[in-house]
């Protein structure tokens, strides 16, 4: 086999990664500036994206640019595929804005959605601020279920 037939079929067996794949790549890094800068111009060019508009968020999010992260968690939000996840995203952005009215909307709104991961609300440092008023159990399970959770 020539060295340049080898070559070829080494890039069709292993393609370059997508835009996408390379930013959650960044992101794993904790490279979310780097993420952002292929982010963007993918949410231009393809805005019916809706992975790139949620990891996106998760990016501003991470960075705690909440005048970029709330709307770009809301477009996430539009899509069905991204809705539960985004609408808890955006519920935690709230929380850590200090608007409980906000963030007991988006869980709702979450919840509707599908959002599963309840049992992680305890444990999520963006909602400590929800934890002492009465509408967080509308959503976390009762904290004393984890206080022995090998029983």
């Not at 960044?26 to 963007?40: C, H, K, M, R, T």
């Not at 007991?104 to 509707?112: D, Q, R, S, V």
Request: proline share 8%.
């Amino acid at each position: 086999m020539s060295f340049l037939l080898a070559l070829c079929l080494t890039f069709a067996q292993n393609p370059a990664p997508s835009p996408l794949q390379q930013a959650n790549q960044l992101v794993q890094q904790g490279q979310f500036s780097q993420a952002i800068a292929i982010l963007e111009p993918l949410v231009q060019s393809k805005p019916q994206a809706a992975g790139a508009w949620s990891l996106l968020g998760y990016c501003y999010h991470a960075q705690r640019d909440w005048a970029k992260a709330i709307p770009a968690h809301e477009q996430a939000a539009t899509f069905p595929q991204t809705a539960a996840n985004a609408s808890y995203n955006l519920a935690c952005a709230w929380a850590l804005q200090g608007d409980p009215e906000q963030a007991f909307a988006w869980l709702a709104k979450a919840k509707t959605a599908g959002f599963q991961n309840w049992a992680n609300l305890w444990q999520d440092p963006d909602l400590n601020s929800l934890q002492s008023d009465s509408r967080f159990l509308n959503f976390a399970p009762p904290k004393a279920n984890f206080d022995n959770p090998f029983v």
